[in-house]
Structure formats: structure tokens, C-alpha cells
């Protein structure tokens, strides 16, 4: 079946502009988390959804960045006046809800801010 | 708060090497534990879990055992191939976290012929 897709692949702005990231989640995954690999901070944590609601939002680095989901499937996660250090590959995954879930990630969007 | 730390890498080994990557973790409760794996070019995928102490998890010949005293879950492998090299992520998670993963630093591991 299909696995997780997240749109752009890559995705080149510059500094000051505005990017949305898309995540299509796998079909009845009511979970979906963001994170966000970078050279110097590893695998980090950004937000996590529960179908449309966001318990969890602590790991968005700052007021800039925001995110929702809709219909308890696509989210998008949207940075404003990026800046060079918001470089990263941004990684979505959903799983089932439970500790105990495996969490299915999609191949990233490489976002890098010029 | 929950962390979870791997041994520095990156590691090269021999073909049919043995294989240990550490990994120890801090966190309240009772996490379940995860290996991830990347390999090149490609996104992050389960290798193995283990959702309680003294659990066992075991995949394509790598294994790891939840150990709740020492608060480890190190990965192992007896015999090494080059098809191994890729980078792997030690990774626990909680339920009062909404589940969300904790990663280690990652570890590279290449493996040559």
C-alpha cells in the first residue's frame, strides 16, 4: 500500500520568504508527527497531531513556524521569513496511537534557505 | 526529560564482522524501545522494537534486548554484510509524550568487502 509521501522533495528559498511542506499520511493513521534532521541537531522533534488537534506542539523551534492538519489526514507545516539556519530535512511520519506503534516516516523534504 | 544516547560513530568494520552499537537511555516509566535505520539515499525505517523489559527484538539478523537495570538497548549483530552500511537510530518513546520518538545522535556504520 502506499507509505507516507511528503511534497516538495526539495525545495530552495531565499532568506525572508515563506515555504509550506506538505505530509499525506498513510489512510487511517489518526497520528502524525514532524521532525526535523540537521547536521548539528540530529533527529528532532517539532509537533505531533492527534487527528486534527496538536497535544503537542513544544518542539517548533519558534513563532515561525505553525502547522495544521485537515480532515485527519494531509498536514502542512508552514515557515514564515525563513532564515539560513531553518536548513534541514523535514521529515513527517503517522502511526496508529499507542507508545507502541511503529512510526512510518516519508522520504523528507531537503529545505535549504539561501 | 527523556534522552537517549549512542556511541560516538561513525564505526568501520570487516564483512562478517561483529557488530555492537550502544545505546542507553534516561526517561520516567516504562519507554518502549526502537532501532531506526537509513540507509543511503533512502527515508528512516523500523529495524526492531521491544515494548517492555527483558523484551527481545530481532530483524534481518540484528537484535537488541530491553534492559530496564541499565537502562540499555544496544544493537548487535553477529556477522556483518556490506548491504548493513547506513546510518542507525537509537530511539525510545513514551505515551505521556504523545508518543513521539526521542532519537539518539545516530551512528554511521560502513561496512567494507
Known amino acids: 500500500g502506499a507509505g507516507v509521501s511528503q511534497s516538495p522533495s526539495n525545495k530552495v528559498t531565499e532568506k525572508g520568504k515563506d515555504v509550506e511542506l506538505r505530509c499525506d499520511p498513510i489512510?487511517?493513521?489518526?497520528?502524525l508527527y514532524w521532525y526535523r534532521q540537521s547536521l548539528g541537531q540530529g533527529l528532532e522533534f517539532l509537533i505531533y497531531?492527534?487527528?486534527?488537534?496538536?497535544?503537542?506542539k513544544s518542539g517548533l523551534p519558534s513563532d515561525r513556524f505553525s502547522a495544521e492538519r485537515t480532515g485527519g489526514s494531509v498536514s502542512t507545516l508552514t515557515i514564515q521569513r525563513t532564515q539560513q539556519e531553518d536548513s534541514a530535512v523535514y521529515l513527517c511520519?503517522?502511526?496508529?496511537?499507542?507508545?507502541?506503534?511503529?512510526?512510518?516516516f516519508g522520504p523528507g523534504t531537503r529545505l535549504t534557505v539561501t | 526529560g527523556n534522552s537517549v544516547t549512542q556511541m560516538e560513530g561513525p564505526v568501520t568494520l570487516s564483512e562478517e564482522a561483529f557488530l555492537t552499537i550502544n545505546c542507553t537511555y534516561t526517561?520516567?516509566?516504562?519507554?518502549?524501545l526502537f532501532w531506526y535505520v537509513q540507509y543511503p539515499g533512502e527515508g528512516l525505517q523500523l529495524l526492531l522494537k521491544?515494548?517492555?523489559?527483558?523484551d527481545k527484538g530481532s530483524n534481518k539478523g540484528f537484535e537488541a534486548t530491553y534492559r530496564k537495570e541499565t537502562t540499555s538497548f544496544h544493537l548487535e549483530k553477529g556477522s556483518v554484510q556490506v548491504s548493513d552500511s547506513a546510518v542507525y537510530f537509537c530511539?525510545?518513546?513514551?505515551?505521556?509524550?504523545?508518543?513521539?520518538?526521542?532519537f539518539g545522535e545516530g551512528t554511521q556504520l560502513t561496512v567494507n568487502p
Open positions: 511520519a503517522s502511526s496508529l496511537v499507542g507508545k507502541n506503534y511503529e512510526q512510518y
Open positions: 489512510s487511517g493513521h489518526t497520528a
Open positions: 497531531f492527534q487527528g486534527n488537534s496538536a497535544p503537542d
Open positions: 526517561a520516567t516509566g516504562y519507554p518502549s
Open positions: 521491544a515494548t517492555k523489559a527483558d
Open positions: 530511539a525510545l518513546s513514551r505515551e505521556t509524550s504523545g508518543s513521539r520518538l526521542t
